[in-house]
């Protein structure tokens, strides 16, 4: 059995000893698993001077010669139309298909980047804080998928990330309950990145069963210092609460999994 309070207390010690170094590992993993990539592009079109002066021509030919209020307006609106048809048809389509282009391309890269640099490193990072326990790391610990089964990571670290996408969809409830059943994967694949992948899943099930309530309470335990955080225009987590956390979260993995207490 496993206590908020502890798991707190140990973390909270454990970040004394080498602080600048959580520190960093915490903004690293808070950048991997939150952050986005986000693609913006701009597209405008010019026109030249000559269709303004058609235009306006055209407007002020109207007032003056009394089409306004004679029968002769369609014609004058019909050559106005003309005037700004093509010019602005052509430009307005080039903005949808360039924004759509943009769009897309930015999305496409942005999941290339998850799946293959943010989920490899966030295994790394993972392993990292978990590692700390037992041993003082460095930060070369977020390298260890990349030289390490790092197609497997990829593969697994994928379907985790699918998983949870498509059970969101059918209701939120069973999205989150799926996503703390599947959140010891990357501590599961940073110690073993040449899991298979169905067992990587069930070995994930198995340390969270019976367990979800306790996690999600344990998660509302930090809202507080979440708060507290955002006062501070995020200041404060990045120099306590992330790494804090992250620690504590490694703890839960360590406990779950059977280890002891930590050793340096």
Known sequence: ????????????????????????GGIVLSFVTIGHISGMGRSGYSKN?????????????????????S??????????????SPSVSAAVSAVIIGSIVIGIIAVLLSIAVSIFIFNPIEVGAK???SRSYEARCDMGELSYAFKNNYLNV??????RDLFTFLWTLLF???????????????????ENPGMDMQKAFDESRRLTYGQKWQMFVLDLSFIGWAI????????????FVSPYTY???????RRLRGYNDYQY
């Not at 990829?154 to 379907?159: A, D, G, H, P, V």
């Not at 620690?247 to 993995?253: H, P, Q, R, S």
């Open 71 to 84: 029968g002769n307006i369609r014609d004058s609106i019909g050559s106005i139309a003309k005037n700004i």
């Open 172 to 190: 939120i409830i069973p999205g989150i309950v799926k996503r703390y059943e599947y959140s010891m994967v990357p501590y599961i694949l940073s």
């Open 154 to 159: 990829i593969k697994i670290m994928f379907f």
């Open 247 to 253: 620690l504590t979260k490694a703890g839960l993995y």
């Open 228 to 239: 507290l955080s955002s006062l501070t225009a995020g200041l404060l987590g990045i120099f």
């Open 127 to 129: 392993r990292f804080f």
């Open 1 to 24: 059995m496993w206590s908020r309070v502890e798991l707190k207390t140990h973390a909270k010690n454990l970040l004394k000893l080498n602080y600048w170094l959580f520190v960093l």
């Open 49 to 69: 001077s000559t269709d303004y002066n058609e235009i306006g021509k055209s407007i002020g030919d109207a007032v003056s010669n009394g089409d306004i209020n």
